[in-house]
């Protein structure tokens, strides 16, 4: 399972990754706003999972996931919007825009593998 880590908290993208890693997924491609992602994504495709933050810098979670969905190309990629506390009200916006699902973030090995389904 190829993963795009999707934060721009380099803190948070290593707390990330780390809980990512105990699940067995090596293949982690890291990008720190919006913009980055869709080039990231583009250039290492197939990509099965983007785990995405709300707030960046240059382009924010959602204009990234609204650009996703509109590109068929992308179709079989899994999106999980990666959330905190305060922000959870905003997640019946993100699932409408096309995100598979929500995880409220620092996220746990477990809780994480709950949301994909492995
Ligand atoms: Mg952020």
Do not use: H
């Amino acid at each position: 399972m190829k993963v795009l880590l999707v934060d721009d908290s380099v803190t948070m993208r290593r707390i990330q990754k780390t809980q990512i890693t105990s699940l067995g997924i090596t293949d982690i491609i890291e990008a720190g706003d919006g913009e980055d992602a869709l080039g990231k994504l583009q250039s290492n495709m197939p990509i099965d999972l983007v785990l995405l933050d709300w707030n960046m810098p240059v382009m924010d979670g959602l204009t990234f996931l609204k650009k996703v969905r509109q590109d068929p190309a992308y179709k079989g990629v899994k999106i999980i919007m990666c959330t905190s506390e305060s922000e959870k009200s905003r997640v019946v916006e993100a699932l409408k825009s096309g995100a598979n699902n929500y995880i409220v973030k620092p996220f746990t090995p477990d809780a994480l593998k709950e949301k994909i389904g492995i």
